[in-house]
């Protein structure tokens, strides 16, 4: 199980993938706006989404949990 | 001369005093070191020097004492790249490669040599620190322990100093790296710390493991100590080997020129550089386009990624590479990437190695957790570096360049040898969106009708955007020149040849006062 983490605090732009889809290592999942740039978030290791924590538009704090991947 | 008795009863001594150095300590402990993937020091000399033939000083130190050969440190004079460098390295089959008196010595001796003669300093560190039972004799007093420090700090910018970290480096000896301008360290064997996990638990009652306290990935990732995370001690060595290729013996000559070779195939900077302002692409892609293939040695990798930091060479030139990376946060500077670059145009300042500046950066990151932090200490600490610099600064405007971060990529008033812009270049205190927002909120919200206020966002936006219009500035003399993405390399090229003669006198005075 992997926890992908926000690098800094800013705002969910999109999400880009679903609970129980399976992903790729370095496969963008969620964008994060912040500094008005917009910040990929990538899997880093592949698996399947567990758990979105966060919504589109919300606000996240920097190490604030995104997203869980399952093996 | 033929041989006598007596002479050969000489020489049977000398060549068992030496076979006894040349051992290293008890086999258990080599034994040991191959268990950890480790190599015998005097293995790891043999892969870093070009040949065996190599000077060693101070070799018979300890010699009387039968189990502390060379007393746990080789101190030696050999050749790297065909340059001559010097080289202390702990045998940590000898009393955990721990200091005793004679050890100290022999390293402040080889320091000295390094110092006299001009050449690269190499610290093949593996030790576990002060032997204490000796404590007296080699760490409170004059050419103790802290010598070496004074020495490196002495020696640093005079003469490139290098540590390659392949075990610990404990307490007082985790400075040792701390005081190089570049720490290799390998993964599973490099640690550094000030107090081991067992102290931290008995003094503070802290649990940790050793890699959560001083790991090698540790100090390449989070603490920034470290530079270089390699898997292998001959892949250490290798880049230390690669690194020094890059640098001249001292501060007084400029780094060689090597053959040029062509940049790595791939797509066009037009095709990497996205329009919109505000998407991200890898930098690393477009760092490809301009320097010499396979040439490029990044520097912190694994620490502040949201500034790349590299030496590279282009058309055979060394030159040190400080881009922002729009992957990586933004490409937004924290107070990281601002310790990181400052460092890094230090190092390569001292050395008469160029920079060039490759900006698309928002600026420095704004909230309470970096003001607290201290970012405009770590900023103004980047910019001071920058601005001190008197190597040649070629400033390239790749896309944005917001507020104080055109500052700390060499903008028009920290004289950059020249200022180029790619036709996406936007120069600004602030991005538009932002800027409308800040000088027009309240006319924007005082509009009721959502047309209208789109309507009236957008023409800010607009008039914004022609204001700072690149070929505005270029009219302007704000920037030197506006080149087209695909002859970047070329110009990049002729202006590092060009600026190959820049000399210019330091400020009278003893130093700067810089933040830290």
Known sequence: MKELKASMAGTVLNVLVVEGEAVSAGQAVLTIESMKMEIPVEAEIGGTVEKIHVEVGGFVNEEETLMTLGE | MTKTSETTGYNERLEQKLATIFAGGHPKYHEKMKESNKLFVRDRLKLLFDDENYAEDGRFANVEAGDLPADGVVTAIGKVNGQTVCVMANDSTVKAGSWGSRTVEKIIRIQETAEKMQVPMLYLVDS?????????????????????????????????????????????????????????????????????????EKVIGEKVTLEEMGGARMHCTVSGVGDVLVSTEEEAIEEARRYLAFFPANFAIKPEKLEAKAAKAGRTLEAIIPENQNAPFDMYELIDQLVDEGSFFDIKKLFAGELITGLARIDGQAVGILANQPKVKGGVLFGDSADKGAKFINLCDAFSIPLLFLADVPGFMIGTK???????????????????????????????????????????????????????????????????????SNKIEAIEDPKERLKYVQEKHQEYKEEIDIYKLASELIIDEIVAPYQLRDVLSQRLSIYETKDLPLPYRKHGVYPV
Do not use: W
């Open chain 2, 128 to 200: 576990a620190g002060a032997r204490i039972t000796d404590q007296l004799d080699m760490f409170p007093n004059r050419r103790g322990a802290g010598r070496i420090f004074h020495n490196q700090v002495r020696m640093s910018g005079m003469v490139p100093q290098i540590c390659l970290l392949f075990g610990p480096s404990a307490a007082g000896g985790a400075y040792i790296p701390a005081f190089c301008d570049i720490v290799i360290m390998v993964e599973g064997n490099a640690s550094m710390y000030l107090g081991s996990p067992r102290m931290a």
């Open chain 2, 370 to 440: 970096v003001e607290r932090a201290g970012i405009i200490r770590h900023g103004a600490k980047f910019i001071a570096a920058m601005s001190s610099a008197t190597v040649p600064k070629i400033s390239v405007i790749v896309r944005k360049a917001y507020g104080a971060g055109l500052y700390a990529m060499a903008g028009p008033a920290f004289e950059p040898d020249v200022c180029i812009a790619l036709p996406t270049a936007q120069i600004a205190v602030m991005g538009p969106e932002a800027a409308v927002n800040a000088v027009y």
